[in-house]
């Protein structure tokens, strides 16, 4: 038998769903205040002898505030208790749980903040790494109305300011896209193992490019980040500047090394819950590597992909030292009779790196 509102409901105003709906809160934390709403409107104030205390209309008389403590919410939601704290007090410091200290034995209590305008998430957005959706879409074609490369609107003055600002300082940054073509929109079906934009795949080199540009079976797809408001579950580091810029990757890496910085990721995303990934662990985990030379990293990559696919990031860190110190100890160290270790993968080229007091031999 499934469920049955004579085994208990719970109340719950359509614009308190509404409201929860446009916070875009994480998962988990969906899932805490979810478990406050059962406990508190999907209960009611009992009397002594465990009866259910009513009104004068005689109506049962919901609970306001609930005590659970940390064990509970992890047995209710199945999470850890390390997740159950960080999240609670997410939602706390935004307003939309409000919680009392414990009192005795009794575990700290809480209730649902219902006024969605006392909350603290101005500026809060969705800001996850998403699985592109792969299900068929109607073929539709969106025309861009924006001004093509080196176009000048009509309604703006005619100055060398205006007409930078509509041609691209780096072609790169519209890799995929032909001048004085509409863009298609994400959602278009591919024809005959093109893009939308009408170029082969392999055209953007692994580039991360903006969501308009991105075809339907790209499985990423980046979108404009407000760090300030990450969960503390996915930041890394205290960096505010955004995720690495298309620069960035440009200068140190190949186009082929971003093809496969970019499996790596994707690989990396099947290792999170709901396929999910915040772009700042991306950016503090490239970040970390850029002091490591670009061949040691990529190689290091590889490996995790071909024999680790179910490790997270921190195990290709562990890979990137240990490649890093085979290579020098295979340089050995500079006449002081240090032992060599054996021999470094052969896909590994040392004539890439140079490290200290080899420019002296």
Not at 31 to 43: A, E, N, P, S
Request: hydrophobic residues 30%.
């Amino acid at each position: 038998m499934g469920p049955q509102l004579e085994n208990g409901y719970t109340q719950i105003a359509n614009l308190v769903l509404e409201d929860l709906a446009k916070a875009c809160l994480s998962g988990p934390q969906y899932q805490l205040v979810f478990v406050v709403l059962r406990k508190t409107w999907g209960d009611c104030e009992r009397d002594i002898d465990g009866s259910a205390l009513r009104d004068g209309d005689g109506r049962p008389i919901k609970k306001q505030w609930a005590h659970i403590g940390t064990q509970e919410f992890a047995d209710i939601t199945g999470m850890a208790k390390s997740t159950v704290i960080r999240g609670l007090q997410a939602l706390v410091d935004m307003g939309i749980l409000v919680t009392r200290p414990s009192e005795g034995r009794r575990p700290a209590a809480y209730r649902y903040q219902k006024y969605a305008d006392r909350w603290q998430t101005v500026g809060h957005k969705c800001n996850l790494f998403a699985v592109a959706d792969e299900r068929p879409q109607t073929n539709v074609v969106v025309a861009d109305e924006r001004p093509q490369a080196g176009q000048v609107p009509t309604d703006q003055k005619e100055s060398a300011d205006s007409v930078a600002h509509q041609i691209p300082q780096d072609p790169l940054l519209v890799a995929g896209q032909r001048p004085q073509t509409p863009l298609l929109v994400a959602h278009q079906i591919p024809q005959n193992g093109q893009d939308v934009s009408g170029s082969s795949p392999d055209t953007t080199n692994g580039d991360f490019m903006d969501s308009h540009q991105i075809p339907q079976t790209d499985p990423l797809i980046i979108r404009n980040k407000d760090l300030n408001k990450l969960s503390k579950e996915t930041a890394h580091d205290d960096d505010k500047e955004g995720p690495p810029s298309l620069e960035e990757l440009h200068e140190r890496y190949s186009p082929q090394q971003q093809e496969a910085i970019k499996r790596y990721w994707t690989m990396i995303r099947r290792t999170r819950k709901g396929n999910r990934l915040a772009m700042s662990v991306v950016q503090a985990w490239m970040d970390k590597w850029s002091t490591f030379p670009p061949e040691l990293v990529i190689q290091a990559m590889k490996l995790h992909i071909e024999k680790y696919p179910n490790r997270r990031e921190e195990y290709t860190h562990g890979i990137i030292r240990g490649l890093k110190r085979d290579m020098e100890g295979a340089r050995g160290n500079n006449g002081t009779g240090a032992t060599r270790p054996g021999k470094l993968p052969a896909s590994i080229d040392r004539s890439k790196f140079v490290y200290a007091g080899d420019a002296d031999a």
